[in-house]
């Protein structure tokens, strides 16, 4: 096992921003298309949008979306930026990926829910035909926004429940702002058959990721705090919750000290439905073979574990099961 294997290797990423994950010619473009100054030099454009090595917390690491949200206010530059995505994902081989972002982020030029919603399944969209990389939005409502309003941007994306929305996150500041804050929001994403999602345990709060699954998680985004809390593990597995784990963007927003105190071999081996993910591309300056390689790197992970950890994000994708069962086709002719 090589780079070259891991890079052909059929991929599969669960958790990816897509504001975060924007390359700095993308940027570029689309800080053209809305009239927005950037510098001329890679290198200090790449300043904007990337943490250093010594990101001091998650929320130094948030700083890093100013610009590319403020990018993301046209029908135009969301359509672009989510077809670019699915065009950088498909060079290194990732076969479905699920795309989150925040529609209400999004809407300061006064675009619409659906409007901004639409765009981004249209860009995916386009981005299977000619890349053939398969796709689903995450809706991510804030967690610092009124729950009401969350609800109503939920409403709002009705039309496109099932034709595009796969399903339903929050985002933001996770220690201020814990999950049971938007415990009505899930509920009713549940009421509308969502799958759910929540970013849970990256801020050393273990509790999180238990009140995420009473609110009806079936994954939860970084999950690291429950290394630490044998009971709540035990309920992880208990209930087949999927660990979105996103090892480079952990370590840069301290959710771990170092990479050698990094819970995926513990997870691994508490029998967990661990899988790999970038989180953001750009801001974390990664892709997922690097992630990949880092735990080949850092742990000795064998060709037969990172064939398991793309077979368990498949098992635990929201997608159909026919869908579920050509991915698997694809893993496992390569194989």
């Not at 454009?45 to 590319?68: I, M, T, W």
């Not at 796969?166 to 049971?180: L, R, T």
């Not at 899988?275 to 080949?296: A, H, P, W």
Request: net charge negative.
């Amino acid at each position: 096992m090589n780079k070259e294997w891991i890079y052909a290797l059929p991929k599969v990423e669960l958790h990816c921003h897509l504001d975060g994950s924007l390359s700095t010619e993308t940027v570029r473009e689309l800080a053209k298309m809305s009239g927005i100054i950037v510098p001329e030099r890679d290198e200090d454009l790449k300043h904007l949008l990337q943490v250093e090595d010594d990101c001091k917390s998650l929320g130094e690491y948030l700083e890093k979306f100013a610009l590319p949200l403020a990018c993301l206010q046209t029908e135009e530059a969301l359509e672009y930026a989510a077809y670019s995505l699915i065009k950088d994902a498909a060079k290194e081989n990732v076969i479905y990926m699920e795309v989150r972002f925040a529609p209400l982020s999004c809407m300061g030029k006064g675009l619409t829910v659906k409007q901004v919603t639409k765009s981004v399944i249209d860009g995916l969209n386009r981005g299977y035909k000619d890349f053939g990389v398969k796709s689903g939005v995450l809706v991510c409502g804030m967690r610092h926004t009124r729950v009401e309003r969350n609800i109503a941007m939920l409403h709002a994306m009705k039309d496109f429940l099932g034709k595009g929305i796969c399903g339903v996150d929050i985002a933001g500041n996770e220690a201020d702002f814990p999950p049971m804050l938007q415990k009505e929001f899930f509920e009713e994403a549940r009421k509308l058959g969502l799958p759910i999602t929540i970013h849970a345990g990256e801020c050393q709060c273990a509790n999180n990721v238990h009140d995420s699954i009473l609110l009806g998680a079936k994954r939860v985004g970084h999950g690291i705090a429950i290394m630490n809390n044998p009971e709540i593990l035990c309920e992880v597995k208990e209930n087949g919750i999927g660990i979105e784990m996103c090892p480079s963007s952990n370590l840069q927003t301290k959710a771990v000290e170092d990479m050698k105190h990094y819970p995926i071999q513990k997870f691994i081996g508490e029998g967990l439905c661990v899988t790999l993910n970038t989180d953001n591309r750009m801001v974390t300056g990664t892709i997922l073979s690097k992630e990949y390689e880092l735990m080949v790197k850092h742990f000795g992970l064998s060709s037969k574990d990172l064939i398991q950890i793309t077979q368990n994000a498949v098992n635990c994708a929201f997608t159909d099961e026919k869908s579920k069962e050509g991915l698997h086709k694809i893993i496992e002719c390569y194989h």
